[in-house]
């Protein structure tokens, strides 16, 4: 099966919000609430940010959130901040059992 | 606190097999899947399967069947990933990784990472 659909940069300002997009089909992102994003700083480990499309890990900023419509979930940052400049990966699990991942998008924190 | 801690780096030759081990700590072995995801060098992430450390029951994506063996050892609670054959593009970190604190076994959700093992295939 073919990876995630995602932007592959995006761009803002500190203090504004801004929306990363993950497409999949109907046999992955569109069939499961399974829905994952991570952050991804350079040469760190991927950090799960929101997992089954909305929820967040103990710990993480609620400046973080996602949702869902269709075959394309969707991920939040509220008031950015130049801390949020990283990857930001999606993954779903899939009709086949097994884990799809989007190929990623940089944020720049202009 | 619950963690996983995997072998080092490695540098192998193309055609060669190489083994990767991951130990757990903090949680108990055989209740959580162990996966595997891997990224190459300034690419994404790659999932390449899960093992169930309590049955030995394995699933692995596609891409890799054949070449990817994913076994555990629950006398010393460790868990092992081995891809034969390797080839250039197989030059990647390779990562384990569980759902501890999130729903589910293997939808994707991987709160705990290891710290990664870097492979390089080159002659």
């Known amino acids: 099966q073919s990876a995630l659909t995602q932007p592959a940069s995006v761009s803002g300002s500190p203090g504004q919000s801004i929306t990363f997009s993950c497409t999949g089909t109907s046999t992955d992102v569109g069939a499961y609430n399974h829905v994952s994003w991570y952050q991804q700083h350079p040469g760190k480990v991927p950090k799960l940010i929101i997992y089954?499309?909305?929820n967040r890990p103990s710990g993480v900023s609620n400046r973080f959130s996602g949702s869902k419509s269709g075959n394309t979930a969707s991920l939040t940052i509220s008031w950015l901040q130049a801390e949020d400049e990283a990857a930001y990966y999606c993954s779903s699990f899939s009709s086949t059992s097994t884990v799809l991942f989007g190929g990623g998008t940089r944020l720049t924190v202009l | 606190q619950v963690q996983l801690v995997q072998s080092g780096a490695e540098v192998m030759q193309p055609g060669a097999s190489v083994r990767v081990s991951c130990e757990p700590s903090?949680?108990?072995?055989?209740?959580?899947?162990m996966h595997w995801v891997r990224q190459a060098p300034g690419q994404g992430l790659e999932w390449m399967g899960w093992?169930?450390?309590?049955?030995?029951?394995?699933n692995y994506v596609q891409k890799f069947q054949g070449r990817v063996t994913m076994t555990r050892d629950t006398s010393i609670s460790t868990a092992y990933m081995e891809l034969s054959s390797l080839r250039s593009d197989d030059t990647a970190d390779y990562y384990c990784?569980?759902?501890?604190?999130?729903?589910?076994?293997?939808?994707?959700?991987?709160?705990?990472w290891g710290q990664g093992t870097m492979v390089t295939v080159s002659s």
């Open positions: 990784a569980i759902q501890y604190d999130t729903s589910g076994y293997y939808t994707g959700a991987f709160d705990i």
């Open positions: 093992i169930n450390p309590d049955s030995g029951g394995t």
């Open positions: 089954d499309v909305k």
């Open positions: 903090g949680y108990t072995f055989t209740g959580y899947y």
